[in-house]
């Protein structure tokens, strides 16, 4: 069974600018969350995706972030424009079952390294 | 305010000398206390869920125990391929259906 894959894994991008990451769930998989980690923070959540529709977007730092799930499939997680504060790791993950999230843990992919400068 | 607080920050052991790592939290409703493994440039691997005081699970070297207000991952023995970052998160009632992570504690394992 492929994993959570992620593009980029690394960007780098001057501030302002615009950058878009892909995530790839495990193939089945209805629910799909964004997770982010700044310089010596811990991990945080974003949002959470079942199937094409925003369960619960709670964790989006501001409106320069916006994320898709055309189809129910791939994810998008797009920032435009960038700031120096965006600079983190961002994490997707994916899980089966929404309604018990503890029988169905989190598989997440490597992450992409944003770095705006 | 719910919170995951990790304990120490960093461990740096001995190949065979066996200790505990520490999560403890304060959160309105615990649903479910998650250890992940993360290695450098990878997302993180789960390892355990734990759902209620006195559970406790185990896998090769590494155990973890629940109590109401903390949970131990416990390694015994440990080797060089144990080294690694370990995450205590936790799912909790109103939170939907994201975990709150602690900062982690970041293991070194030495010949």
């Known amino acids: 069974e492929a994993g959570v894959t992620q593009f980029p894994s690394h960007s780098v991008i001057e501030k302002g600018q615009t950058v878009t990451l892909r995530c790839d769930p495990i193939?089945?998989?209805?629910?799909l969350y964004w997770y982010r980690r700044v310089m010596g923070k811990e991990i945080k959540f974003l949002l959470h995706f079942v199937k094409e529709s925003k369960q619960d977007e709670s964790g989006m730092p501001n409106n320069r972030f916006l994320a898709e799930r055309t189809g129910g499939t791939y994810s998008t997680l797009k920032v435009q424009p960038a700031e120096l504060e965006d600079s983190g790791v961002y994490f997707c993950?994916?899980?089966?079952?929404?309604?018990?999230?503890?029988?169905?843990?989190?598989?997440f992919g490597n992450g992409t390294r944003l770095t705006v400068t | 305010e719910d919170q995951v607080t990790q304990s120490p920050e960093a461990l740096r052991l001995q190949e065979g000398e066996s200790s505990s790592l520490n999560c403890s939290y304060t959160v309105s409703g615990l649903r479910g206390l998650f250890w992940y493994r993360q290695d450098p440039g990878k997302g993180p691997e789960f390892l355990f869920t734990l759902y209620s005081a006195g559970e406790e699970k185990e896998k090769e070297r590494l155990k973890a125990t629940l109590t109401k207000k903390e949970s131990f991952l416990h390694i015994t023995a440990p080797k060089p391929e144990d080294s690694a970052t370990y995450l205590c998160a936790v799912h909790f009632t109103g939170g939907g259906n994201k975990l709150t992570f602690g900062t982690g504690t970041q293991l070194k394992v030495e010949l």
């Open positions: 993950a994916s899980s089966q079952d929404r309604s018990r999230l503890y029988n169905s843990p989190l598989h």
């Open positions: 193939s089945g998989h209805d629910n």
